[in-house]
């Protein structure tokens, strides 16, 4: 059965699609999980852009009354490398700096990554401007794996805390982390704000499952049509099958480093079990060998 929505969204029941969006059937090409396509529908979508973070924050839309992109691309252009991170910087309400990424690919570096973004969003004042007046920072990455195997969590929030009594230090720098693949874990406040939607939303990977999740939702209904349209567009399509080759030669690289460490470590033990095996024949001889000298001496 699906959830009806919170009031809080004003979100209408039952959005219409448009006629090809309707129509559209079998596997997306190009989904939110593609962290070209994820930047590319925030940036050009400001009613999608901030009824996420209306959600992700947990206030009202009326209460978000402007959002500045820092770092617009122009959408369709070819990447150079150093472009190739794709966070969203954001000022919200000109009070709080907002930094959103999709990331599909645990390169084992995300607790590093995500400060090294956040401390230099935080570093924003010019030289004559008090300290006090810094911006609050909030990172929130969407994670397409489990960032702490020992302790999944769905949405999980950080802050730099008192590790004895748990007193806050700062409230101005954040970090969230929503873990795409872990909506079962959503607590009752998360599928308050439909969080858990979100994160279902992206990781759809059919126009089937799309409609299914975002008819209810006039936003999420927004998104697929921009997803839909973004779709169609070539030079966008190919901005996305480039960070999807991307992602597909990084994932082999691991899947091969893994092999090559896999195969170093059966040569190790290969290695270790030869080595105890020599040590154990070393024993018996010197065994044998002491046997001998005491047989002559007698």
């Not at 919170?6 to 962290?35: M, Q, R, W």
């Not at 999420?220 to 997803?227: C, D, G, H, P, V």
């Amino acid at each position: 059965m699906t959830r009806q929505f919170s009031k809080h969204s004003s979100s209408s029941n039952h959005s219409v699609f448009s006629n090809e969006l309707a129509n559209a059937t079998g596997p997306i090409d190009y989904g939110f999980t593609n962290d070209y396509m994820f930047r590319a529908i925030l940036q050009k979508n400001m009613t999608v852009l901030k009824a996420l973070i209306s959600s992700l924050l947990h206030i009202k839309m009326e209460d978000i009354t402007e959002i500045r992109i820092q770092n617009p691309i122009e959408l369709g252009k070819t990447i150079e490398n150093r472009d190739f991170i794709l966070d969203i910087h954001l000022i919200i309400n000109n009070s709080h700096a907002i930094n959103l990424e999709m990331q599909v690919a645990d390169e084992h570096d995300w607790p590093e990554r995500s400060l090294s973004y956040l401390c230099r969003s935080f570093d924003q004042l010019n030289e004559s401007e008090a300290y006090r007046k810094a911006k609050p920072v909030i990172h929130i990455g969407f994670l397409n794996y489990t960032l702490f195997q020992d302790a999944p969590e769905f949405y999980a929030k950080y802050y730099m805390i008192n590790v004895k009594n748990h007193r806050i230090y700062s409230d101005k720098l954040a970090l969230y982390v929503v873990d795409l693949t872990h909506t079962d874990l959503a607590s009752d406040e998360d599928r308050k704000w439909q969080i858990d939607f979100w994160a279902k939303l992206f990781k759809t990977t059919t126009w089937e499952e799309l409609r299914m999740i975002s008819r209810d939702n006039k936003y999420m209904t927004e998104a697929s049509e921009e997803l839909y349209e973004l779709n169609s567009d070539d030079a966008i399509r190919a901005r996305c099958r480039a960070r999807k080759d991307y992602y597909n030669n990084l994932r082999q690289t691991q899947e091969d480093f893994a092999a090559l460490q896999a195969e170093i470590t059966a040569k190790d033990a290969a290695i270790e079990e030869r080595d105890a095996i020599i040590a154990a024949l070393q024993a018996q001889l010197a065994e044998k060998e002491a046997q001998l000298k005491k047989g002559e001496q007698q």
